[in-house]
């Protein structure tokens, strides 16, 4: 089945900063990659995604990468504030009915 | 997006007594709910998938005489969480996808403090 890494686990930058949470996962036949973030007690919400079929997604300050040959992507923030701090989880997925999720990423950003 | 709520939000309640958890897809047919549990600083652990009208299909590991789940209709899923011990507290999320959602959207959570 397929089996997803996240890295790093926790991730603290200055605000203003970049960051740049990067997953990899195992079955080549995941064709959507999802990321979603979720602040504390609170729900995960999804915040980009992209398909197999694109390699690159952007959302204002949200980006995501996709390489498919090395079977792994990236979301990158530009421009953190203060109330991007939370837990960000990637899921590589062959279809919608079987989300895989990463272990999820810690993210500060200090003001 | 799509909108899917949860309730009770939180629940406090005795070793061995019975809650019941209810996840709505309030503005879309779900065709599929899918039940997770999420311990503190830990990503979400799936536990089962319900698809309307049909038996849930449970995780590895996953009691489903424990956990019962119910998908009785397109917008209704409830987890039923039988003779609950202090190990069963936990944040549980439901999310769902539909004909026209192909993603998952996730309800705000229940937080089952068993004592």
């Known amino acids: 089945g397929e089996n997803v890494e996240q890295h790093p686990s926790t991730l603290s930058v200055q605000e203003g900063d970049s960051a740049v949470i990067k997953c990899t996962y195992s079955?080549?036949?995941?064709?959507?990659f999802p990321w979603y973030k979720q602040e504390l007690g609170k729900r995960p919400q999804l915040i980009i995604d992209?398909?197999?079929?694109?390699g690159e997604k952007k959302d204002q300050r949200i980006a995501v990468t996709l390489n498919k040959t090395a079977k792994h992507f990236s979301l990158h923030i530009t421009e953190t504030q203060p109330e991007d701090s939370a837990v960000y989880f990637c899921a590589a997925s062959p279809n919608p009915q079987n989300f895989v999720f990463g272990p999820g990423t810690r993210l500060t950003v200090l003001p | 997006g799509a909108v899917v709520s949860q309730h009770p939000s939180w629940v406090i309640c005795k070793s061995g007594t019975s809650v019941k958890i209810e996840c709505r897809s309030l503005d879309f047919q779900a065709t599929t709910m899918f039940w997770y549990r999420q311990f503190p600083k830990q990503s979400l652990m799936l536990m089962a998938t319900?698809?309307?009208?049909?038996?849930?299909?449970?995780e590895q590991g996953v009691e489903k005489d424990k956990f019962l789940i119910n998908h009785a209709s397109l917008t209704l899923s409830t987890l039923t969480v039988t003779s609950a011990h202090p190990e069963d507290s936990s944040f549980y999320i439901c999310?769902?996808?539909?004909?026209?959602?192909?993603?998952?959207?996730f309800g705000p959570g229940t937080r089952l403090l068993v004592l």
């Open positions: 999310s769902a996808i539909g004909r026209r959602v192909e993603t998952q959207y």
């Open positions: 319900s698809n309307e009208g049909s038996k849930a299909t449970y």
């Open positions: 992209i398909r197999s079929n694109v």
């Open positions: 079955d080549s036949a995941s064709n959507y």
